[in-house]
């Protein structure tokens, strides 16, 4: 099993530009998240989606759109890239909401 | 909702000696903790976790306290290794929004040779 993936591992962005990051989890998982992470500091909920179907927002979701593609796959959506979007972006997964979270390796996103 | 805050946010400590994190939390009901370790450049990884019916668990080197009343919880390492080095972050399940896991700030630790 892969676990969480994410792509891309890099990405640097023009103020501006939209993207997409993708996460896919392999382990069956019900809820799927995404966070980020600045420097030296701890992990904010961007977006949540507890079960396939649904979708919830966090603490920090403006800028930010989610789609939850099916039971994997869960992207973030990037419309127009910021600088204060800079940061380092983690999808996660769990059996059920609030249960062990699986972590994906990050993207590093700069935003220039 | 749920807030989490975390004590402190470095720590050194000699290889050897024992480190010790708190964090205390808002939510009453909330009902598990878990704390995740995050290696330089890693992702965060469950290093263990607790539910509210236990006082205690305990890992080999690791543990982990709660007080339900006075809302707090702590995670114990003794005889620090150099491995030990990373940041640790505590959480709490926030029952009153979906469940979801509330973070803590993050504590570095660094355990000196």
């Known amino acids: 099993n892969a676990g969480v993936t994410q792509t891309p591992k890099f990405q640097v962005l023009k103020t501006g530009q939209s993207m997409t990051l993708q996460c896919a989890q392999d382990m069956n998982h019900n809820s799927m998240y995404w966070y980020r992470q600045d420097p030296g500091m701890g992990l904010r909920l961007i977006y949540y989606s507890a079960s396939e179907g649904t979708t919830d927002k966090g603490e920090v979701p403006n800028g930010y759109n989610v789609s939850r593609l099916n039971k994997r796959e869960f992207s973030l959506r990037l419309e127009s890239a910021a600088p204060s979007q800079t940061s380092v972006y983690f999808c996660?997964?769990?059996?059920?909401?609030?249960?062990?979270?699986?972590f994906g390796p990050g993207t590093r996103l700069t935003v220039l | 909702g749920e807030n989490v805050e975390q004590h402190p946010s470095t720590l050194s400590v000699q290889e050897g000696d024992s480190a010790v994190i708190k964090c205390t939390y808002s939510?009453?009901?909330?009902?598990?903790f878990p704390w995740y370790k995050q290696e330089l450049g890693k992702r965060p990884q469950l290093i263990i976790d607790?539910?509210?019916?236990?006082g205690e668990k305990k890992d080999q080197r690791i543990a982990v306290t709660l007080n339900k009343t006075a809302k707090h919880f702590s995670l114990h390492i003794t005889e620090t290794q150099p491995e030990d080095s990373a940041v640790y972050f505590c959480?709490?399940?926030?029952?009153?929004?979906?469940?979801?896991?509330?973070f803590g700030g993050g504590t570095r630790v660094l355990v000196k040779p």
């Open positions: 939510d009453s009901a909330s009902n598990y």
């Open positions: 607790i539910r509210s019916n236990v």
């Open positions: 959480a709490a399940r926030d029952q009153a929004a979906g469940n979801k896991l509330t």
């Open positions: 996660a997964s769990s059996p059920t909401s609030g249960g062990e979270q699986f």
